[in-house]
């Protein structure tokens, strides 16, 4: 071969492996939804009677990555391409909680992991298991498992909430209907209605 055909050959393959690079799709990176009514929690001091901490929510380890994950068989497991969580999982199921328990329970001061200056309060631990999208039912499938310490409660609350659209960020959206679902179930045992 002539030198200038094999440096022209070494040119073309250098040049088809960097646009090659240079068309590799973008990462989405998605986020739960915020819930309906704010974020913040307005609580005057005077107004204050209990406290709840919520500790870090528990997920099955196949969840615990930064890829967004679903079911497509009994034992078979999906990822959407080019997507992956803004943060944890865990962490963003968690943060999303104490938001909506904030909304759901006015006159509570609710804080993630601890309570500064706060001596005597309620915690809450929360195991999910399972938290499929089951792509092939059009629905992600949960049931979270609750204790409430402090207050010798314990419960459980199982949700079907549809996936709408079926993408990535229907099963986000769907993931938030479950936490608002699993807030309201446990600002009830709270606050049970006389």
């Known amino acids: 071969m ?102 759901a329970l006015p006159g509570w001061i609710v804080c993630e992991r601890s309570c500064p200056a706060q001596a005597s309060s309620i915690v809450l631990n929360l195991d999910f298991a399972p938290l499929d999208y089951v792509r092939t039912a059009g629905q992600l499938q949960a049931n979270a498992h609750w204790l409430l310490i402090g207050r010798g409660r314990q419960g459980s609350t199982e949700v079907k909430a549809p996936v709408l659209p079926d993408n990535a960020q229907g099963q986000a959206a769907a993931l938030g209907q479950v936490l608002n679902h699993v807030a309201g179930d446990i600002a009830a045992a709270l606050n049970p209605i006389p």
Not at 13 to 39: E, K, N, Q, R
């Open 2 to 103: 002539k030198p200038c055909r094999s440096a022209r050959l070494s040119v073309l393959a250098l040049l088809t492996v960097l646009g090659g690079c240079a068309t590799a799709p973008a990462t989405h990176w998605l986020s739960l939804p915020l819930p309906l009514g704010g974020t913040t929690q307005v609580v005057g001091q005077a107004a204050v009677t209990q406290v709840l901490v919520v500790r870090r929510v528990g997920i099955p380890e196949y969840l615990q990555t930064d890829k967004v994950r679903y079911r497509y068989a009994d034992s078979l497991l999906g990822e959407w391409p080019h997507t992956a969580w803004a943060e944890r999982l865990e962490a963003g199921l968690t943060h999303h909680l104490v938001m909506r328990l904030r909304l």
